[in-house]
């Protein structure tokens, strides 16, 4: 159900349809060209720890990449392959909470419907105990996540308004798009906007020959030349947030500070 409108003013808009999970519905995503970047960065979740050997994983396979190379060519190496084993690890536990979530609660209403009119079985009785750690542990991990991607920090305590959370989220997703420009009432272009700024004008200048400026003494001027020691370069990491990546590589300065 489209009308020529839509084409007018989305001209490049794109269709997707995704693969269903536990629902016999197939969610479609619907978006414009101009705004899909491609793929988009790793990004590490707090929640990733908190899985049973995750710490040993990443050791095992951080050691199991055998590269030869000059300095930083090896570590640099080494976090690009180590984001394809966290991405595998990310899309087998900690995608799709929902239906992990829905599985285990439809389980635990199902033995609890059959211990209202019959006495469960002892394997039961231990099956059930394990879907309510499973039920607080899944629910731990969806809450870490949902508070991370949108970085309101009361989340923490346990308020968990998703229907509000998800609507934060989407607003910020929708603040970092940039639809359009307008200068003077008309529509432009973001290139020929920022050109026409920052292109070069052969005009006087004032020049800076009769001004007198503060001179470093010999002292702070070797200091700007001297080269970084380990203490300063691990202090400086140890005092940046550990959710925040240093790069557009997606690598946190938690996953630094950790491993």
């Not at 004008?201 to 700007?224: A, K, Q, T, Y």
């Amino acid at each position: 159900m489209l009308s020529p409108t839509w084409f007018s003013v989305w001209p490049n808009s794109i269709q997707v349809a995704l693969q269903r999970s536990l629902s016999d519905h197939v969610p479609l995503v619907l978006f414009m060209d101009e705004e899909n970047w491609g793929p988009r960065p790793l990004q590490m979740l707090k929640c990733w720890a908190d899985f049973q050997g995750y710490a040993d994983f990443v050791r095992n396979r951080w050691g199991s990449f055998v590269l030869n190379g000059w300095g930083n060519y090896v570590p640099k190496e080494k976090l690009k392959l180590i984001k394809g084993s966290l991405k595998e690890c990310h899309q087998s536990d900690s995608q799709n909470m929902e239906g992990k979530l829905r599985v285990v609660k439809d389980r635990m209403t199902s033995l609890d419907s059959k211990g209202e009119s019959s006495d469960l079985l002892q394997e039961e009785m231990e099956e059930l105990h394990e879907l309510s750690v499973s039920l607080h542990s899944l629910s731990r991990v969806q809450s870490s996540m949902c508070w991370q991607k949108a970085r309101l920090t009361w989340f923490q305590h346990g308020d968990a308004n998703s229907k509000f959370f998800h609507g934060v989220m989407s607003s910020r997703s929708r603040r970092n798009a940039i639809q359009l420009i307008q200068v003077n009432g008309a529509e432009v272009q973001v290139f020929s906007h920022f050109s026409s700024h920052f292109k070069v004008v052969h005009i006087e200048r004032p020049g800076m020959e009769d001004m007198s400026f503060r001179r470093l003494s010999v002292m702070g001027s070797n200091n700007l030349i001297r080269p970084f020691s380990l203490e300063e370069v691990k202090q400086t990491v140890w005092d940046c947030d550990s959710f925040k990546s240093p790069g557009l590589d997606g690598i946190s300065f938690g996953f630094i500070k950790q491993f």
